[in-house]
């Protein structure tokens, strides 16, 4: 799943900004502060960062400057109520890939997200295949032979994470772990992930099609190339 963190210490819009954004298809991480925020870039590293600028301790463009001193190149988003030109071509000075004045409509917000997926991303990156299934991870649609594929977000998850994995057996604990992100599994979520799978494969693998997803027992599940 593509992973945003947002580094804003407003709470209201922390959290206005995280339900859209989970809405839309994407993992979101919050921090509320400068400090907080630069040690989650480090260590987390996600796939886009959305730094308000004016943050308690460490401001946004002391996280920017520093993030990229050290060669951190997550692709970054500065939001900031100062819109004036020249805060916005110095905060670009130091390293941010945008600037959206506040305030701003959620979807502009989203827009601007995905744009910068787009720019930090190879063609390949973009879009998965395996055999005539395919995943577009920017616009979250997957089709197979053609066939636009009604998928729900977490069946797109799930697709995504089988197809980075393909011809692999993936287990319940590592789809518990990466997938529903709960390091502590139990029966109750063992069924909740094979309900899940088995609507996934209902839809993938419809009659007349070649079986992509299948079940490796004692293990979990695979999805294999037909060849």
């Not at 993030?67 to 110095?90: C, F, Q, W, Y």
């Not at 979807?107 to 390949?124: C, D, K, M, N, W």
């Not at 029966?187 to 007349?208: A, F, H, P, T, Y």
Request: proline share 3%.
């Amino acid at each position: 799943m593509t992973a945003v963190l947002v580094i804003e210490d407003d709470g209201v819009i922390a959290r206005a900004m995280g339900a859209h954004l989970r809405t839309s298809g994407f993992d979101v991480e919050w921090a509320d502060d400068g400090t907080k925020g630069l040690r989650k870039l480090r260590f987390e590293r996600p796939d886009v960062c959305v730094v308000d600028l004016m943050l308690p301790g460490l401001d946004g463009w002391g996280l920017i400057e520093r993030a990229r001193d050290e060669g951190l190149m997550t692709p970054i988003l500065a939001v900031s109520a100062r819109g004036n030109e020249h805060d916005k071509v110095a905060t670009l000075a130091l390293g941010a890939d945008d600037y959206l004045a506040k305030p701003f409509a959620l979807p502009e917000l989203l827009a601007r997200v995905r744009a910068l997926l787009r720019r930090g991303r190879t063609a390949g990156d973009l879009r998965l295949t395996v055999s005539d299934l395919e995943l577009d991870l920017i616009a979250r649609r997957a089709s197979r032979g053609g066939r636009l594929l009604d998928l729900t977000n977490r069946e797109l998850d799930l697709l995504e994470y089988l197809m980075r994995h393909r011809g692999h057996a993936v287990s319940r604990e590592m789809l518990a772990r990466d997938v529903w992100r709960e390091p502590n599994r139990g029966s109750s979520l063992d069924n909740v992930i094979d309900v899940q799978m088995g609507r996934l494969r209902r839809k993938v693998d419809e009659e007349g099609n070649d079986r992509l997803i299948q079940t490796v027992r004692g293990v979990g599940f695979v999805l294999r190339e037909v060849t």
